[in-house]
Structures are given as C-alpha cells and as structure tokens.
C-alpha cells in the first residue's frame, strides 16, 4: 500500500494555540507545525487500521520526505548540504547541468527498474525471473521504461528539460551495469539470516512448492484434471 501527501493541506489554528504557534515567525511556523500534526495524525489512522485488522505484524512501514528540512524555519539537514528552496547551500553550484549529476540520474533510474524485477517475487525466491515470459505488460513496461529514461539524457532539448545532458557511450555502460547490481544484491540479501531482516522468516515462511500450488491459474488445474 502506498500513501502519498503530496502537499497536506494547510490549516488556521486558533490563535493562542502553542501547539501552532511561535511567536517568533507566528504565520509561518502554524502552518508547518499545521500540516506536521495533519501528516502525523493520518499516519495514526493508518497504523490504527492496521492493528485493528491484525495487520499490524506484518507490515514494514517505511515514511520518508521528498526533500530536505526547509531551511530558516527550523530546518536542519547536517551534515547533508542544502534543503528545500535551496540550490546546494554554500557549495553551489547543484543547477548546473553536468554529466557526473546525469549520470547519478541514470544510475539511479537504473537501479530502480533492475529491482522491479526483484519486486516481482514477495517470498525470498532466488529466482526472480521464474514466469516472466509470461507476463508481456510487465517486459513491455520494464523495456519502455529503459527507452525512456535514454530519451530524456539524449534527446536535444527534452534532457535539458530534465536537467540532463549528453553522456559517452561508456556512461550508459556504466549506469546500466550500476543497475544491473541490484540483481545480484538480491540474492546478498536472500542468503542472511532471517534473525538480521525484520519480517524475514515471515517473508520466506512460504516454499517454491506451496507458492506454485497458491499462484495456479484456473485453467493450469483443469490441464491437471484432464491428465488425471
């Protein structure tokens, strides 16, 4: 499940309210400490429904922002450089497009592509490819995905769109091969001991053999019966 709070609303809190309001940047810092409560409080709902389902041991919640703190209202990102609203702090420099920023970009594209195919198998199989030739929207999702991303670094115009630049063929190489490392840190990951992973024996707690028996399709069964 996937919750996104692109931009929680902003709300008036009553004046006098100290759990709002500083007085020393009154308007400003409501609002912030407005939407924190309004982010921490849809946060409890969905933890509450979890538990009350049950869910609750068996999930792995993972919360995260999508920028620094914001800076000159309490913001503090050390000893990262930078936040919100802020190029690259006293460095400098962080709008310049560069092939070293494009190739983080690539790379980090990459990797995620390379791990949707990780993705597809929930319970610690080793082989992450098992039944992909069977599934043509994810191969034609995951093979546009890759012409996509090569458009948006190399196509005049719309890579400076994206902040991108040209690279040498010998950086494609090595953001393609940067991503393909995902694959192989699966099976890493695979081989530690349950104990060191949260959830772990939960997640590998069903076999090969019982996952083909769950995952069957209606008419696999009925090719099964009529050999029988």
């Not at 995260?64 to 914001?70: E, H, M, P, R, V």
């Amino acid at each position: 499940m996937r919750r996104s709070r692109r931009s929680p609303p902003s709300p008036s809190p009553p004046s006098g309210n100290s759990k709002f309001v500083n007085p020393s940047v009154e308007t400003q810092s409501a609002s912030i400490n407005g939407m924190t409560t309004f982010v921490d409080d849809t946060m409890a709902n969905i933890t509450a429904a979890l538990r009350g389902r049950g869910m609750w041991a068996t999930t792995l919640l993972v919360f995260s922002g999508d920028n620094g703190g914001y800076l000159g209202y309490g913001g503090d990102n050390s000893p990262l450089r930078a936040g919100k609203f802020d190029d690259c702090g006293v460095h400098g420099g962080c709008k310049q497009i560069s092939q070293h920023m494009t190739m983080v970009f690539h790379a980090f594209v990459f990797l995620q592509v390379f791990n949707e195919i990780n993705a597809r198998k929930l319970h610690n199989e080793i082989n992450v490819f098992k039944g992909i030739e069977h599934h043509g929207m994810f191969i034609a999702v995951f093979v546009g995905t890759l012409i996509v991303q090569f458009l948006l670094v190399e196509l005049p115009g719309l890579n400076v769109a994206f902040g991108c630049t040209h690279l040498e063929p010998w950086m494609h190489v090595f953001c393609l091969v940067a991503g393909l490392l995902a694959l192989p840190w699966n099976i890493l990951v695979h081989y530690c001991p349950y104990e060191w992973i949260p959830l772990g024996s939960w997640a590998g707690g069903i076999d090969e053999s019982e996952l083909d028996e769950l995952t069957a399709k209606p008419e696999d069964e009925e090719i099964g019966r009529a050999h029988v």
